[in-house]
């Protein structure tokens, strides 16, 4: 069993930046592959960007350039670094951790870019 736990959301202006984390306990940290997600209201969760084991990254195209998926598997945390913020970028935004068979999720912290 894995818990995550997110952090680092809240309220910033349009080309603002925030630094989202994610701690994880239980488990195998680095076996997982670790992922951000986000959930507009209104709107179908998709994913942001992910992290394979061994260190591999893949982000959608609408954050590529401004935002950063990293990990660190001594703390058992994975980040996420949102630069040049922008209107469509507020959801909230959940962590998961993935491998085959196992699937978890965080509660979400809430990001809103607003002026």
């Known amino acids: 069993q894995v818990q995550l736990v997110e952090s680092g959301g809240g309220l910033v202006q349009p080309g603002g930046s925030l630094r989202l984390s994610c701690a994880a306990s239980?488990?195998?940290?680095?076996?997982?592959?670790m992922g951000w997600y986000r959930q507009a209201l209104g709107k179908l969760r998709e994913l942001v960007a992910s992290?394979?084991?061994?260190?591999?990254?893949n982000y959608v195209d609408s954050v590529k350039g401004r935002f950063t998926i990293s990990r660190d598997n001594a703390k058992k945390t994975v980040y996420l670094q949102m630069n040049s913020l922008k209107p469509e970028d507020t959801a909230v935004y959940y962590c998961n951790a993935y491998t085959p068979g196992w699937d978890y999720w965080g509660q979400g912290t809430q990001v809103t870019v607003s002026s």
């Open positions: 239980g488990g195998i940290f680095s076996l997982y592959t």
């Open positions: 992290i394979q084991r061994g260190g591999n990254t």
